[in-house]
């Protein structure tokens, strides 16, 4: 079975631009660390949870919610990780972005490859 690693949750965190999947226009933040990369790269996840929750942040925003349920997952908390996936499927807003892999891939597309690796993850049990 495929388990969701740290290497395919990599590809999951983004620079500091993403462009409307409806026209060419591109987003540039401004702030140092928007979407957290850095963060996790460096495995500080409690500062990447921190950044990406900020209030004064858009809290729907889909490429924020991606690296948040990759951040989740890495800390082990699975059900946040899947919730905030489905968070990004359920968003009115999609962007295309290219990942920190070099990937083109809308956040949906993003969104539904980390649901299917996590479901596909060994489910443990007592027995085990």
């Known amino acids: 079975m495929k388990r969701l690693s740290p ?6 965190c983004f620079s500091g631009s993403a462009m409307a999947a409806q026209g060419p226009a591109t987003i540039t933040v401004q702030a140092p660390d928007p979407f957290a990369a850095v963060a996790i790269r460096q495995g500080d996840l409690a500062r990447a949870e921190a950044l990406l929750n900020d209030r004064h942040l858009d ?11 990759a951040v989740y997952w890495l ?3 699975h059900d946040a990780a899947v919730q905030t996936w ?39 049990t007592a027995s085990r």
């Open 86 to 124: 489905r968070r990004v499927l359920a968003s009115r807003v999609q962007y295309d972005v290219q990942t920190a892999g070099g990937r083109m891939r809308s956040t949906d597309e993003l969104a539904l490859e980390a649901l299917a690796a996590a479901n596909a993850r060994p489910v443990r």
């Open 75 to 77: 800390s082990g908390c």
């Open 59 to 69: 809290s729907g925003d889909p490429v924020r919610l991606l690296n948040l349920g």
């Open 7 to 12: 290497i395919a949750l990599g590809a999951l």
